[in-house]
């Protein structure tokens, strides 16, 4: 049984596709084999930020369904750099390059995208449903049913919030280079993902700085997860909230670049019939093949793993080293 160690932007994954197997894992396994295989100590490979499920579709319209594993084992509606590299997976095994993924809240158009450097392919995902409303995300705020660039001043008294759901939790604020790098993105995110009075399923935090006309950096500390290089949902929730609170600088139906601590990404958000929908396009790497017995995977024993390394790396470090050095935010590797 193959598996395989994939990134959008540095954001780490293991891909299983559970087709594959003669017996699925129960949900009670894959929450062991992704906390096991994800973690830094315990895991292959440094660990991920998560593991990303494929199954067969519920229904017909869509070629096969995604389901997220972060790294603590909890459950997530979407994965914007996985879904790209679920997109690449599932575009080899049926060969097409369009197609629709199922997933928890919604079937998403995907398809294939130009390179973004040599040995580097990208793919296109359609991010939605979106939602502003608290119950949606949800979130308590005594004075905002939505939230849109509105002060929280019991989060931090001197930023501004929008919250939005991709359809996974966001929270996002605007903030200059030296608050993006400060620790305040840190300890928010912890407090927000510990029993906290506002957000009582966690949520995915980015502070975002704008660096011009549809340009922006951001950082995300993941729920579930803690830093990571990037976050799919998170820079795609990020560009329909600049859009929204700063036109002049974020346009809709534009392509806006999305730098992060992993790459960069584009987006292009739109507004159709009052609906909103966000387009993320980024890389869809595959680092490794691992091969793993059926027996071993459902016992999540780690310990009998061939692993293969591509040169995929190589040349998507190739492409990062080319891109402009902004905020030197590590890369985790
Ligand atoms: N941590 C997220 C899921 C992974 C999202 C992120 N990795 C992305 O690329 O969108 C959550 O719990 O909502």
Request: glycine share 6%; charged share 20%.
């Amino acid at each position: 049984m193959q598996i395989d160690k994939v990134h959008g932007s540095e954001n780490h994954f293991f891909l299983l596709d559970q087709t594959q197997l003669q017996t699925k894992l129960t949900d009670q396994e894959l929450i062991n084999f992704a906390t096991k295989i994800t973690n830094p100590q315990t895991g292959l490979l440094q660990g991920a930020d998560g593991v990303l499920v494929i199954d067969e579709p519920t229904h017909e319209t869509a070629l096969a369904q995604m389901r997220v594993i972060n790294a603590d084992g909890s459950e997530a509606s979407m994965c914007g750099n996985g879904l790209r590299t679920v997109s690449r997976y599932l575009s080899k095994k049926f060969q097409v390059d369009q197609f629709k993924v199922q997933t928890l809240n919604a079937d998403l158009k995907v398809s294939k995208a130009k390179d973004f450097a040599p040995n580097v392919p990208a793919f296109s995902v359609e991010i939605s449903p979106v939602s502003f409303d608290a119950e949606k995300l949800p979130f308590h705020n005594a004075n905002h049913q939505q939230l849109v660039d509105e002060p929280w001043p019991e989060l931090l008294p001197e930023l501004k919030f929008t919250a939005l759901a991709v359809p996974n939790p966001h929270l996002i604020s605007f903030v200059s280079a030296e608050e993006l790098a400060s620790d305040d993105l840190g300890t928010l995110g912890k407090r927000l993902n510990e029993p906290n009075p506002y957000f009582p399923d966690g949520v995915n935090v980015s502070f975002a700085e704008i660096l011009g006309q549809n340009k922006l950096f951001v950082r995300t500390f993941e729920r579930g997860v803690g830093f990571t290089n990037a976050c799919g949902t998170g820079m795609s929730a990020t560009s329909l909230a600049f859009a929204l609170t700063h036109p002049d600088e974020g346009q809709f139906d534009q392509e806006i670049t999305v730098y992060n601590p992993g790459g960069l990404v584009k987006t292009n958000v739109h507004k159709r019939n009052g609906i909103y929908d966000i387009d993320l396009i980024g890389n869809a790497t595959v680092t490794h093949h691992l091969e793993i017995s059926e027996a071993d995977l459902h016992a999540a024993k780690l310990t009998d793993v061939q692993i293969n390394k591509t040169d995929e790396e190589t040349s998507y470090q190739k492409f990062v080293t080319q891109l402009p050095k902004i905020n030197n935010i590590s890369v985790k590797s």
